[in-house]
């Protein structure tokens, strides 16, 4: 008999590699944080014992969610401006609320905000673009899940730096002080082109090649932006960033919304990443991202939320299903983004943009183990035909019921594992007390 940590048995587990693949009656050996082997269920029962052992035999186990793009602290600002289109929403209220609120105790108690909705979501991994990544690197490693945090840089002063130079620095501090954490890896996240100069952006993508990190900006958000960049500058925005040498394999182009067929080829040719916001940019009225057109390059496309003052749910498994159906409408092509292709895109494609492909993203031996578990028994996702597209197109973050985070139960049975939750509950609603009360 082999031993194993946790013994996971399953209905069905969608590893994601090999892609559309999915497996009936198997199960999923975890051994020092990492999965140790699949195998049908009745071998498994066989031949191999472990400390802990659940069976699910109602449920789909999917590779723990990756959301790629966010501002997780933001959680805390769910709703105060609402129904605004994005430069009225930024400057006439999230930038005010923030320069009144934002310190070390609003990023880390809306960080664990965040954490623990994206956990009850399914999401083990996010990635971050917000002030004091410190207090978000807490909050993470104090929910237990994985995140990559945005050593971010804008030009204006903040609570927490006074230009440009500062961000970086700070950042660069936050990564030296966090090395090692093996929850933790950081990206350079300039906020965008408008609000970043060009001094700042070469020095970025210097600095990228020197530490090898991603690069996470904002990027074709809106009509607005790229009229703006036109005006200040003479060319687009992406132009100008690939003209200071910032357009390569660790580009994480966050919205690109506003794509001509020649910059969708720039990207794939360049081996970019795109981070799909569907819901956000429905919301501000952004438009909608010609990810059929971007995914037929190869480009690599993950899912993200974006902030929960934008979107206002960090759910990516409903981002999964309307990135799906967007690209059919927009696209005239019912076949595109199908359900294994949306699956992928929350997960190992969110993965390989962040360079943890190898570690995480997909059910398979030798990567780390986290999983998510989503109940397919209940009214709203019978009868099942096909698990995957239960998933994507029936299923919601409440039929997430178990998350496993590197081995670690994170949710058992719908409840967080190692949290509070009504110590959270009772934050939030301190802080809203206090923003209504400074407006």
């Not at 944080?33 to 449920?59: Q, V």
């Not at 936050?174 to 350079?188: I, K, M, N, V």
Request: glycine fraction near 8%; charged fraction near 25%; charge should be negative.
């Amino acid at each position: 008999m082999r031993e194993a940590d946790t013994l996971i048995h399953a209905a069905w587990i969608a590893p994601v590699e090999p892609p559309g693949t999915l497996l009936a009656d198997h199960s999923i050996a975890v051994r020092n944080g990492r999965i140790e082997a699949l195998l049908p269920t009745a071998e498994a029962k066989g031949r191999i014992t472990a400390k802990s052992e659940a069976s699910l035999d109602r449920h789909l186990l999917v590779p723990g969610l990756v959301n790629l793009h966010g501002h997780a602290a933001m959680a805390l600002l769910r709703g105060v401006a609402d129904d605004l289109p994005l430069m009225t929403w930024l400057k006439d209220h999230v930038w005010p609320a923030e320069a009144k609120h934002v310190g070390d105790e609003f990023v880390h108690d809306g960080s664990l905000l965040a954490a623990a909705e994206m956990l009850r979501g399914g999401v083990t991994c996010f990635n971050d673009m917000y002030f004091f990544p410190e207090s978000t690197a807490r909050a993470v490693l104090r929910a237990g899940m994985r995140a990559s945090l945005g050593m971010i840089a804008v030009e204006f002063p903040s609570a927490y730096a006074t230009d440009a130079a500062a961000y970086l620095h700070k950042g660069l501090a936050t990564r030296d002080a966090y090395r090692g954490e093996d929850l933790l890896s950081f990206c350079l996240a300039p906020h965008a082109p408008y609000t970043v100069s060009d001094e700042t952006l070469a020095k970025i993508a210097t600095l990228a090649e020197e530490i090898d990190a991603p690069v996470h900006t904002h990027l074709h958000e809106t009509a607005e932006e790229i009229a703006q960049g036109l005006a200040q500058h003479g060319i687009r925005p992406l132009e100008r960033l690939r003209r200071l040498g910032l357009v390569g394999p660790r580009l994480i182009a966050v919205h690109a919304v506003h794509l001509e067929a020649h910059e969708i080829d720039l990207l794939a040719r360049e081996g970019s990443s795109i981070a799909h916001c569907p819901s956000s940019n429905l919301k501000l009225a952004s438009g909608i991202a010609p990810i059929a057109a971007c995914r037929a390059k190869g480009i690599t496309v993950g899912l993200g939320t974006d902030g929960a003052a934008s979107n206002n749910r960090l759910d990516v498994l409903g981002e999964m299903r309307l990135a799906a159906l967007l690209a059919k409408g927009a696209s005239g092509d019912a076949r595109a983004v199908g359900a294994h292709e949306a699956l992928r895109m929350a997960t190992l494609d969110g993965a390989r943009a962040l360079g943890l492909d190898a570690a995480i993203g997909s059910l398979v031996p030798g990567k780390l183990a986290d999983i998510a578990a989503v109940e397919l028994s209940t009214p709203e996702t019978l009868p099942c035909f096909d698990p995957v597209s239960d998933l994507v197109y029936a299923a919601g973050r409440e039929h997430v019921t178990h998350v496993w985070v590197a081995g670690e139960a994170r949710l058992v049975e719908r409840r967080l594992s190692g949290l509070d939750e009504d110590e959270i509950r009772a934050k939030a609603r301190w802080w809203r007390t206090r923003i209504r009360s400074a407006s």
